[in-house]
């Protein structure tokens, strides 16, 4: 058997066996299940956080645009450290000192039921779309690394994400992150030495072999923001793109389940602070990293073939095809598979938070829960929850066969999303005269904005990007209604 089938198969074994093991030993509770019994310490929460926030498009999409652009293409997952070291002197402290669950809970709390259930269903379906566009990249990972074609890689490796979250929940996920961030890590570390060593370090990148329609940008290699205005949906088709990327990561770490989770299974506020700052630092080396490695792709491999029609400026063989170049059969296999596994980990936290806004914010409201009604045992909670995980997981790996693509979704998912809740939570914490009327309208046309600019062809006639339109449309809508509204009260 092919060497790489070997190594592929064992670790997933491992995964699917974290996931039984846990199931047995730790989750007793519906606590357990979601947030691991909040008892994690600052080691597995930061190494958590820094696995669910590198994903598909800081991988394989980062790598692929430094092909063409060079290290700025690094932003991509660099973009994640600001909105975390705010995070961490913002919104998270105060998450873990309410004890929640969820972040609509707090949107519930802090303006109301209608507003609540605006920002659960939004989260429930940006989570969907969001693990779909992972599905998608981890199961081209696959396909492009093993025998198997798109689909049938697609839905292999997506149930395996969707069987160890279903069956471990919390527990599975943080310490599958841990082990999964720290092999990745080592992993592209080595894989960029070798690539370092085999050009001959880093002054041999200042002269890269020509690729066509990007002959001009080898000179800038080097330079932290280079783009080449392409289409508007491409990465870095923009002149304000980097701008654009520290936005969608900002608001996304504030608004998404998936983060919230990671911060709400801390032990106390001091680890869930620290635990963001050392995510936060790590984004620095590991982001480079990404991007060196499709530079050195560049240099070592300058034929691969374009993607096609540059509607999407991603080389996605870039990585894996670099890594099978300068690699061992074997040491290939577990690089590509850890490869595989950190897009799991940002997969399985975004699925077990999909659940939790369904069990915690949506199911209570529409059975029109009261203190009257039986309450579900441990057991009863727990199995609804797996069903939810295997629902939502279910209906992403649809869309992943579908509907492929993974930068543009997860922008559309930020403006709609992520984008959308930002100014609500963090006007929500530090203004009082914000209210539900302001909040359900900032969510609202923060979407429309950014999804109408991109769809519209303004973001291409103006080489504005969405969510840089999107991010003030909202504030301003939140201010005025909030304004008008109370004035109407009075």
Request: aromatic share 6%; no cysteine; net charge negative.
């Given at each position: 058997m092919d060497p790489l089938w070997l190594v592929f198969a064992a670790y997933f074994a491992v995964l699917l066996l974290i996931g039984e093991v846990f199931a047995r030993l730790k989750v007793r509770t519906l606590d357990d299940y979601l947030l691991s019994g909040r008892e994690h310490g600052v080691a597995v929460t930061s190494l958590s956080l820094t696995a669910t926030v590198i994903g598909a498009g800081s991988t394989l999409g980062s790598a692929g645009v430094a092909y063409y652009v060079g290290v700025s293409a690094g932003w991509y997952l660099l973009s994640a450290g600001p909105g975390l070291v705010l995070l961490a002197y913002t919104l998270a402290p105060t998450l873990r000192e309410m004890s929640l669950y969820t972040v609509p809970e707090y949107v519930g709390r802090r303006y109301g039921g209608w507003a609540a259930i605006l920002a659960a269903v939004l989260g429930v379906l940006?989570?969907?779309?969001?693990?779909?566009?992972?599905?998608?990249?981890?199961?081209?990972?696959?396909?492009?690394?093993?025998?198997?074609?798109?689909?049938?890689?697609?839905?292999?490796a997506s149930l395996v994400v969707i069987a160890y979250t279903w069956r471990g929940g919390n527990w599975a996920i943080h310490w599958s992150d841990t082990f999964q961030v720290i092999l990745i890590v080592v992993g592209i570390g080595l894989v960029v030495a070798f690539a370092l060593d085999r050009v001959g370090g880093l002054e041999a990148f200042r002269q890269p072999p020509p690729t066509a329609g990007f002959e001009e940008v080898g000179s800038r290699w080097f330079h932290p923001v280079t783009r080449r205005p392409v289409s508007g949906w491409a990465p870095f088709a923009l002149g304000n793109t980097v701008l654009a990327w520290i936005v969608m990561s900002t608001t996304w770490h504030f608004a998404m389940q998936s983060t919230a989770q990671r911060i709400l299974s801390g032990r106390d506020v001091t680890v869930v602070r620290r635990s963001c700052l050392i995510a936060a630092a790590l984004t620095l080396p590991v982001g480079a990293m990404f991007a060196l490695s499709g530079m050195g792709a560049r240099m070592i491999l300058p034929g691969l073939e374009s993607p096609g029609a540059m509607q999407m400026l991603e080389q996605v063989r870039a990585l894996p095809a670099l890594v099978e170049a300068l690699l061992s059969p074997a040491l290939a296999g577990l690089v590509l598979a850890s490869l595989v596994a950190i897009m799991m980990s940002t997969c399985d936290s975004a699925l077990l938070g999909s659940a939790a806004l369904i069990v915690k914010d949506l199911s209570p409201r529409f059975r029109g829960d009261d203190a009257g009604e039986r309450k579900e045992t441990?057991?009863?909670?727990?199995?609804?929850?797996?069903?939810?995980?295997?629902?939502?997981?279910g209906g992403a790996l649809v869309t992943a066969l579908l509907t492929p693509g993974l930068v543009q979704t997860l922008e559309l998912v930020a403006a709609v999303y992520g984008v959308a809740l930002f100014w609500p939570l963090i006007l929500g914490r530090y203004w009082s005269g914000a209210n539900e009327a302001g909040a359900i309208a900032s969510m609202v046309s923060s979407g429309l904005a950014g999804v109408g600019w991109r769809w519209g062809g303004l973001e291409e006639a103006t080489g504005i990007h969405m969510l840089n339109v999107a991010l003030p449309v909202a504030v301003i809508v939140l201010f005025a209604v909030s304004r008008i509204s109370s004035r109407a009260e009075a």
């Open positions: 940006a989570l969907a779309l969001f693990v779909a566009a992972q599905f998608y990249a981890m199961g081209s990972l696959v396909a492009e690394t093993t025998p198997l074609d798109l689909r049938p890689a697609i839905v292999a441990p057991e009863e909670e727990i199995r609804g929850s797996r069903r939810l995980v295997a629902i939502v997981g």
